[in-house]
């Protein structure tokens, strides 16, 4: 089975940086996503890693740590906008469906 | 427009009814997931199809079924309602073992 761990909530300064960490222990990995949430909506895919390292997309990065089955989204010049839920997931080596963990809570303030 | 197309948006009924959800994928997709998310919760993983068959299931109810049809949209049957079903009701597709998944913007679902 899969098992994944967020934080719950955390806050953060408007033009900051924060760092959103994802443990996962996992019987068949294929991959780990990132997704945006706002309340009510649709997640929005942000980033994807399947091999060790930094993946750099604009703002926001993500990096993986298969070993230490470990992953963060770094999220810079932080926006009021990206006040949201942002999910890790997990992909699952033989059917390709996505678990995800609980999500954390961002809120960014003035 | 994400590509991913469900209906209804929006669902309001009664304790021991019956609904149905349906939902259509991105052009070209095969696999589709269905997903329920209650208040605050995280999203919840509830079954998968790939070109029609049946290939995995999450914690889904007895009460609940889904089916993928040859021209590839899905439906996801919820019946003998209870008000703990109440949430949002996630439809998602991606291509063949591709990177992407591009989620639908869900069914919310209220019973009351």
């Known amino acids: 089975g899969q098992n994944i761990d967020q934080p719950t909530e955390m806050t953060a300064t408007e033009g900051a940086i924060v760092q959103i960490n994802c443990t996962y222990q996992?019987?068949?990995?294929?991959?780990l996503f990132w997704y945006q949430q706002h309340a009510g909506e649709a997640p929005t895919f942000l980033s994807y890693?399947?091999?060790?390292g930094l993946e750099e997309k604009g703002r926001f990065s993500s990096f993986l740590s298969r070993s230490k089955g470990y992953s963060y989204l770094l999220l810079k010049e932080l926006q009021m906008k990206d006040s949201a839920s942002y999910l890790c997931?997990?992909?699952?080596?033989?059917?390709?469906?996505?678990?995800f963990g609980t999500g954390t809570r961002l809120q960014v303030f003035p | 427009d994400s590509g991913v197309t469900q209906t209804p948006k929006h669902l309001i009924t009664a304790t021991g009814q019956r609904v149905t959800l349906r939902c259509s994928p991105r052009?070209?997709?095969?696999?589709v997931y269905w997903y329920q998310q209650s208040l605050d919760q995280g999203l919840q993983f509830l079954i998968q199809y790939y070109n029609g068959e049946e290939r995995a299931k999450g914690n889904i109810l007895e009460r609940f079924s889904a089916q993928q049809f040859p021209d590839l949209h899905s439906e996801l049957n919820l019946s003998s309602l209870e008000l703990g079903d109440s949430a949002l009701y996630f439809c998602?597709?991606?291509?063949?073992?591709?990177?992407?998944?591009?989620f639908g913007s869900g069914t919310r679902l209220t019973v009351v």
């Open positions: 997931a997990v992909r699952d080596y033989n059917t390709d469906k996505l678990i």
């Open positions: 890693n399947v091999l060790d």
């Open positions: 996992t019987s068949g990995f294929n991959g």
């Open positions: 052009s070209g997709d095969l696999s």
């Open positions: 998602a597709s991606s291509g063949d073992r591709g990177d992407g998944y591009t």
